[in-house]
Structure formats: structure tokens, C-alpha cells
């Protein structure tokens, strides 16, 4: 026994070497990226539940990989938050993402595009001038604070003090908040109650569930947003069934495969010149 208890830990040791090692070349390989122009964004549709319109687009981060083919962020994503790399990826992705909505506006008109909304890390949020950044950008590109949202989520801990001074600056300034992944966390109504937050989304195992009948959390949620006064938009909708229970329950906005995949810019832009054909 005593054998065996000492090969798996040496087993366990080597892994985790490893493990670390890898971890290193990932982060090396991804300051690279953000320099070298290797992510791009996708764009998903938020659509009307009722009529289909596009309200607005996510838009989700990719890194296109020398060897290993186009990576999803919730494989670098941890990494680039380990190594600090999170916050120049942050600025390259609200970059990068304010410039395409404002190119949107310049060729599809008023209010074609919609809102936008664009993943923030908690790191973002306790950088000092994080608000104050996204109000030059926004200046920047000729855009009003109104067509921008912020998706946060609850599992990133959010600090009494920076974070939720930033917040308030941000909606200062007329950008939005949304709370990610509505439900998953574990102090939801404590983050509901202590933040500025305008919209809630619905996490999408709560979406899903639906048709499985397990407990109506969906209709929970609604009633809650409604309550607060808060936009909510459910995530992750893949079927029509899906779509026409959440519409009965008084949901007006979702995304997911159902309606569209994430999609490269342009894809986005035929959406918005020819809407008919999502
Ligand atoms: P999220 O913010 O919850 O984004 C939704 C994820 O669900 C996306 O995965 C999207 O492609 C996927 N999805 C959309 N519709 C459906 C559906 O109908 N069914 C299923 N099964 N999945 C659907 P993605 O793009 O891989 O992103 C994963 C997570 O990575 C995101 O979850 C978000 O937390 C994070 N992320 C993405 N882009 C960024 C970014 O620019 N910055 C930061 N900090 N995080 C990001
Ligand atoms: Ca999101
Ligand atoms: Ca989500
Ligand atoms: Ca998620």
C-alpha cells in the first residue's frame, strides 16, 4: 500500500508539472495573440422572442490557434486570467468589438445593429479606470453609452470596492450591466441587491430544463426581473419548443442556436441588411 500511495503521488507530481508547464507555453503563446492579431470575435444574435428582430449581437471571443485550430475561450480564458493576460485581452476584445458596432451604424443606419453586449472579466472591474477607459472609447468611436452592455458574471467575485465603484461609473455613463448566467451562482440576490445591474440572462441549463420539467426556475426569474424592473434575455434557446415556452412565460428576448450560431462580423452585417433571412 505504502507502494503504491508513494507512485501516485511522484504520478500526481509529474502531472501537475506538466500541467504547469503547459500552462506557461499557453500563456507565452497567447500574449503573442492578442500582439500578433490571432483572436477574432464571433457575433450571436439577440433576437425578439415574438417577431424574430435582431435586438442586438454578443459577441464572443476566439483565438485562431497556429496548430491547434480555432480555440473557444473556455480554453484560454482561465489561462489569460491566471497570467494577468485577462486585462489586455479585455481591452483588445471592448476595442475591437465598440469599432465593429460603429462600422455597423456607419453602413446599416440607425438602430440597425441593435445593442452590444461584450463579456467583462472581474479583473477588468477592479482596475481604477476601467469606466473612465470605456467612456474614452465610446467617445472614440461616436457612440452612445446606450448601445453598449457589459456581461458580468457572479462567480467572478466581485469586490465591495473598486468593482462596485466602476459599476456606478458605468452606468453613469449610460453603458448597461448584465448579470451572466443568471442562477448558477451562489449570491445572486445578494449581487442583484448591492449592484447597479440592468438586465439579467438566463443561464441556459435553466432555458433547457425547461421541456424536462424540473422546477420552473425560468418562470422564477422572469417574475424577478419584472419585479426589479430589470431587461432579462435567456440564453442558450435551441429548440422552437424552448422559444414558444419562454415567450408564454413573458421572456421578449433570447439568443441561441435556435435563432442563430455565433457568426464572423459580416455574416452579421447580411443579418442586418437583409433581416428576413435569420
Ligand atoms: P457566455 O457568456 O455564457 O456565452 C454563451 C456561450 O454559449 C458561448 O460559448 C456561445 O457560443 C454558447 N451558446 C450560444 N447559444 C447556445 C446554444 O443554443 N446552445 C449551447 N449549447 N451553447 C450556446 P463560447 O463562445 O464558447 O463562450 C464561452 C464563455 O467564454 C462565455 O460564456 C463567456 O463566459 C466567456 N467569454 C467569451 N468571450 C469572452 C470575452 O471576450 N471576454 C471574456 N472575459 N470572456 C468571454
Ligand atoms: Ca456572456
Ligand atoms: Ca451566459
Ligand atoms: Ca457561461
Not at 94 to 116: K, M, N, S
Amino acid at each position: 500500500a505504502k507502494k503504491l500511495a508513494g507512485t501516485a503521488y511522484l504520478h500526481y507530481e509529474a502531472s501537475m508539472a506538466a500541467h504547469g508547464t503547459e500552462h506557461a507555453h499557453l500563456g507565452a503563446e497567447l500574449r503573442e495573440a492578442i500582439t500578433g492579431g490571432r483572436l477574432f470575435l464571433l457575433y450571436q444574435p439577440i433576437v425578439s422572442l415574438d417577431d424574430g428582430r435582431i435586438l442586438g449581437c454578443e459577441a464572443l471571443v476566439r483565438w485562431a490557434h497556429p496548430t491547434r485550430g480555432t480555440l473557444a475561450p473556455d480554453a484560454f480564458i482561465p489561462v489569460a486570467e491566471r497570467t494577468g493576460l485577462i486585462v489586455p485581452l479585455g481591452r483588445w476584445v471592448l476595442r475591437t468589438a465598440l469599432a465593429q458596432l460603429a462600422e455597423w451604424i456607419a453602413e446599416y443606419g440607425e438602430p440597425a445593429p441593435g445593442v452590444l453586449n461584450v463579456n467583462v472579466s472581474a479583473r477588468d472591474l477592479r482596475e481604477p479606470g476601467f469606466a473612465e477607459d470605456v467612456g474614452a472609447l465610446l467617445r472614440g468611436y461616436g457612440l452612445a453609452a446606450d448601445r453598449v452592455v457589459l456581461e458580468i458574471t457572479e462567480t467572478m467575485a466581485l469586490e465591495p470596492g473598486q468593482s462596485i465603484t466602476n459599476l456606478h461609473r458605468l452606468r453613469a455613463l449610460g453603458v448597461r450591466v448584465s448579470l451572466d448566467d443568471f442562477g448558477t451562482g451562489h449570491s445572486t440576490l445578494t449581487l442583484l441587491h448591492d449592484c447597479p445591474i440592468d438586465e439579467i440572462k438566463l443561464d441556459r441549463s435553466f432555458t433547457q430544463a425547461q421541456v424536462d420539467g424540473r422546477p420552473p426556475v425560468a418562470a422564477a426569474v422572469i417574475h424577478l426581473a419584472q419585479a426589479l424592473g430589470l431587461h432579462a434575455v435567456a440564453e442558450g434557446v435551441e429548440t422552437a419548443e424552448q422559444a414558444e415556452q419562454l415567450l408564454a412565460l413573458g421572456y421578449t428576448a433570447a439568443q441561441g442556436y435556435y435563432f442563430a450560431r455565433p457568426m464572423p462580423a459580416e455574416k452579421f452585417g447580411e443579418l442586418l441588411r437583409e433581416p428576413a433571412s435569420l
